[in-house]
């Protein structure tokens, strides 16, 4: 077995605890949880949600890249959101930037978010095997 | 790379945003979170606990069966449920149906579902893969 | 297709529900959320928590290292924490073990876990897949 190959890329949010953007294996690329941070590590809680919502999947769609993936194929994506109140928002956003791939998804309410964030993102994702992984 | 293929049936809730039901990929199978909606879109949320927990199952078994897996072919379910107290009236619901079958799963307590639902549930299984996987 | 291997070690938490410690397909070991319960199967909810964290990271360990993986064979490991002031306390368990692994990471903040607990994972790991996976 080859060892999962860790993911790092400037195009988005730095990892900001002990992980890795991302890990690659067997083809796929499991995506950590991504906050509303840009790349440059500032973080946006303070932003009005749809620009949160923004910039948390742009920081995963970044991470897909790095690794030779795309919108179309990401395979699942889980979203936490603080207010079940914002899914609405949430979901124009989403498809206004997924068009047409449409992966498997849930969307899961939680009290809080780290930074006083509203919404973060993690997803799973295939990509094209390198040959050692 | 094959394009994840997304899998749709009429025999669990239509999807009732942007996502598929599920995405096969590489003879794995992610399902979306499926709450108490019936296959017709009736959302259950006013039924009792039991009931939702028996929906929201039969819509990922029905998502899993269409890709050409089964109960026994479920490799993880993530429940989220609403009120840490109602475990023992979900694991009963689920050791019923599931039978011999005994995935990997987490049970995550949430503040709140969409549409006032009681229950979501989320999985990975194991599918044949198509040529074209 | 081969059907999904559970795995079972006393050396983690007994399955305490309707699942398997782990199941392994493919390669990839999914394994159960884990509670801090010691092996024999006491509960430690009233632990401190940087006690709560270790023990489930040691069960989720344990799981992995049973179907043949280790800490850096682990992709994806998702935290569900009570209170999210408690992310830095755990981050620093988290490294102490992990060492040089850095999986990708979610931390989910949530009201309330089972039997009291203040910490529960789940994790993905890449392990050698065996001729009958």
Redesign the interface.
């Known amino acids: ?1 080859n ?2 190959r ?1 993911v790092q890329t400037t195009a988005a949010a730095p ?1 900001g ?7 690659v ?4 690329i ?4 991504q906050l509303p941070t840009k790349p440059d590590g500032t973080r946006c809680g303070h932003l009005p949600f749809e620009e949160q919502a923004a910039l948390a999947l742009e920081n995963v769609l970044a991470i897909v890249g790095a690794a030779g993936g795309s919108p ?7 979203v ?1 959101l603080v207010g ?1 109140e914002r ?1 609405a928002a949430f ?1 124009a956003v ?2 206004a930037r ?1 068009g047409d791939a ?13 930074h006083g964030a509203l919404i ?1 993102l ?1 997803a ?1 994702a ?3 095997p390198k040959s050692r992984d």
């Open positions: 077995m060892p999962p860790a990892a605890g002990h992980y890795s953007q991302g890990v294996h067997n083809g796929v499991y995506v950590s949880g179309r194929s990401v395979l699942k994506v889980t936490y079940v899914w979901n989403y498809a997924m449409r992966p498997a998804r849930a969307v899961i309410p939680v009290p809080a978010l780290n973060e993690d799973i295939a990509v094209e």
